[in-house]
């Protein structure tokens, strides 16, 4: 008795199908989110109708890399950030105000967040960056 192969239309079935992409999109979609972060280190190229070219930036990335908190330099910043000073970028991020957070504010930090930051220990200095408005400028919060 030889049986005869049944052809593929037969062996595959419309669910099954439905099934594997429910599953394997958003876990493509995630791989995907995580292989371009890693590959562009979290820095794209983004233009606007309102603010032109510029540079958007993942905090969240930025703030991945290790740095020594007591003697480290401007030189132990990988490259890749260094080569934003002066450009203009996009960050979005959370505000951490010292002291009072009423009035108008000059200066405060910029976090990827504060309640999802620093989860493997106290929060290092390249969780934060230092933000101050422009001359003639207020930050109402």
């Known amino acids: 008795m030889s049986e005869t192969k049944r052809p593929l239309s037969e062996r595959i079935?419309?669910?099954m199908v439905i099934f594997f992409g429910v599953i394997l999109i958003p876990i493509g979609y995630m791989v995907y989110l995580f292989a371009d972060t890693w590959r562009t280190h979290g820095i794209w190229d983004a233009s606007d109708?309102?603010?032109g070219n510029y540079k958007k930036v993942d905090l969240k990335a930025m703030?991945?890399?290790q740095l020594n908190q007591f003697s480290a330099t401007d030189v132990d910043i990988p490259a890749e950030y260094r080569a934003l000073e002066?450009?203009?970028v996009m960050l979005v991020?959370?505000?951490y105000l010292r002291g009072s957070s009423r009035g108008t504010q000059l200066e405060f930090d910029?976090?990827?967040s504060i309640a999802k930051c620093c989860f493997s220990g106290p929060p290092q200095i390249q969780h934060f960056v230092k933000c101050k408005s422009m001359p003639g400028k207020n930050i109402e919060t």
């Open 63 to 65: 703030s991945m890399f």
């Open 13 to 15: 079935n419309l669910r």
């Open 86 to 88: 002066g450009k203009r």
């Open 110 to 112: 910029l976090v990827y």
């Open 49 to 51: 109708s309102r603010y």
């Open 93 to 95: 991020g959370e505000q």
